[in-house]
């Protein structure tokens, strides 16, 4: 994008937060400094990291006059993006995140932020993202929905999409208009993972559409000790939550009953398979006896046996093993074979 085209372009305030990321901060912050586009400020949220991330924080934010830096005690990456969204200055239009170990690839703000006021959409999301994988350095791109679900709607797509087919969640690298930011008070819930899903569905209700991006804005690394590569105990807490808040949203939505029913059931039904798998893994040091009980136990809550014993779609996962994996699990819950489905779930993991 040339010059006289960036001088019309409204502000974009970048928030990344900073925790133990001393090794990709450089490289993170440099992907931004060098989007093709004017009128860009970037906030580095130190979040009491205990590495040398702090005074590289301080470096960068002397070495480019765009970016700034502030520190605060640990609170976990919610609590770094809400304190980055206290500190949004005045005339931002648009509102971005990225994470400090990822990347923004070439050209994303000005792409997004076209597409923003070509549309008027107050969120503009890219429908894919590059996996960047650190061991290998190989790339893969992946696709956050097919084209059927670039539903503009926000209420619909987040029935559809994010509850029903769990997509989408991410807020990393999406583009948000401040005004929306401001009139929904939207923040991210602390004390849980998988906040994405939660922050967008305080969006969705309000927003007046949503427009889609078609090219990746995200370098996305893998790597292995991330919050997603490991096994969390007490995960169900967060997804019994992300349960109560997509419940609540169908029910402000006026969503039909029954449809909100089916929809939201999928969404826990879902999560609960992907805890399951991650309870009977390696990286779980319980023994056996101790993840068979961990599993039963959830499928005894009320909540859980509702969700699991109603059919639903298999989810939309990259990997066909993975959707067979899912189809059979689901087919031994929803007629309680349980033990047939945990010993599914050992085979699987060995």
Not at 177 to 197: H, M, N, V
Request: charged share 25%; glycine share 4%.
């Amino acid at each position: 994008m040339d010059s006289t085209a960036q001088g019309i372009m409204p502000k974009v305030f970048i928030i990344i937060p900073v925790y133990k990321t001393e090794k990709y901060l450089q490289a993170c912050v440099e992907s931004v400094v060098a989007q093709d586009y004017a009128d860009l400020q970037i906030l580095l949220v130190d979040d009491g990291s205990p590495d040398g991330s702090p005074k590289l924080c301080d470096a960068l934010a002397e070495q480019y006059a765009n970016v700034r830096a502030i520190h605060k005690t640990n609170g976990g990456l919610s609590s770094a993006r809400n304190a980055g969204l206290e500190h949004v200055p005045e005339g931002t239009k648009y509102v971005l995140f990225l994470d400090s170990d990822d990347r923004l690839a070439a050209g994303s703000v000005a792409g997004l932020a076209a597409e923003a006021m070509r549309t008027k959409a107050e969120i503009v999301m890219p429908d894919r993202y590059e996996k960047v994988f650190e061991e290998s350095g190989k790339t893969q791109t992946a696709f956050l929905f097919s084209k059927q679900y670039q539903i503009e709607d926000p209420i619909q797509f987040a029935l559809d999409v994010v509850i029903e087919n769990a997509r989408a969640w991410r807020a990393t690298s999406v583009l948000y208009s401040y005004d929306l930011l401001k009139r929904t008070g939207a923040r991210f819930p602390e004390g849980y993972i998988s906040e994405d899903i939660v922050f967008n569905l305080q969006l969705y209700g309000s927003a007046n559409r949503i427009a889609f991006y078609p090219h990746a804005t995200l370098l996305n690394l893998k790597r292995t000790g991330s919050i997603s590569s490991s096994f969390t105990p007490g995960l169900e807490k967060s997804f019994f939550y992300i349960d109560a808040c997509a419940r609540e949203f169908t029910k402000k939505a006026g969503v039909d009953p029954v449809v909100a029913d089916q929809k939201t059931n999928a969404l826990l039904c879902r999560n609960m398979v992907v805890f399951f798998f991650s309870i009977m893994s390696s990286k779980n040091p319980m023994d056996k006896a101790q993840k068979q009980k961990y599993i039963f136990d959830l499928l005894d809550d009320a909540r859980v046996k509702k969700a699991v014993r109603q059919k639903h779609k298999v989810p939309n996962f990259e990997r066909r093993t993975v959707r067979a994996a899912f189809a059979v699990v689901y087919f031994l819950m929803r007629h309680g074979w349980n033990k047939a489905m945990i010993a599914l779930l050992e085979t699987v993991r060995r």
